[in-house]
């Protein structure tokens, strides 16, 4: 498979324009044109596959997100932005941003452009062995082998993968400037329960 990668979006700031009065979003270059809707509705599958598991890991999150999008497009549509509005009807996810990685190295990193509070959902998959997830300032190594899912905040887990073989990872995540746009307010930080304090059985 050949190395690249691809950024998706209906709705996205263009670089250096994020935090500038007077910039408005607008839809991704690689989903203009008249092909822009068929590449969103080939995604719905992966889409409502990591927006599901978001619902679960931080369900807060992912109703925010939800109002975020309803917001978002009843600004598109006051201001008449029909190729927006056509490709936010066919998104299926929760998420505003995708990236499909193909074949590249990821050494250790951070993702700024993400919501520190929000969790990023990266799924793997494809032809390949020893994948290995490491989590850096948590000091957490996981298996990440074909089709393997994992929630973190990108924005504050260091994060990076090795592997060998050819491999896809589908990168949801939430730009925070789209939410700072149309003022949705955010949840809170995801806590852990603990299961075990939280089950009652009555005999």
Not at 16 to 31: N, R, W
Not at 98 to 109: D, E, G, L, T, Y
Not at 161 to 187: E, K, L, Q
Request: charged residues 10%; glycine residues 8%.
């Amino acid at each position: 498979l050949t190395p690249g990668c691809i950024n998706l979006a209906p709705c996205w700031f263009q670089q250096g324009q994020e935090v500038t009065d007077g910039f408005f979003p607008k839809v991704l270059a690689t989903l203009k044109g008249k092909d822009g809707p068929d590449v969103i509705i080939s995604m719905q599958c992966a889409a409502v596959l990591a927006s599901a598991a978001l619902w679960v890991m931080h369900p807060k999150l992912y109703w925010a997100s939800v109002n975020m999008q309803i917001q978002l497009a009843r600004w598109a549509m006051s201001h008449g932005l029909s190729d927006m509005c056509t490709r936010m009807q066919f998104l299926a996810s929760v998420f505003n941003c995708a990236s499909v990685i193909c074949n590249r190295q990821c050494p250790i990193h951070r993702d700024p452009s993400s919501s520190p509070k929000g969790f990023d959902i990266m799924t793997s998959a494809g032809h390949y062995c020893d994948g290995l997830m490491t989590l850096s300032n948590l000091s957490i190594r996981l298996r990440y082998n074909s089709g393997a899912m994992v929630g973190c905040s990108g924005h504050i887990v260091r994060h990076g993968v090795t592997y060998s073989g050819n491999r896809i990872v589908w990168a949801w995540f939430m730009c925070d400037s789209i939410h700072n746009f149309v003022g949705t307010a955010r949840p809170l930080y995801a806590t852990y329960v603990d299961v075990g304090w939280n089950v009652s059985v009555s005999a």
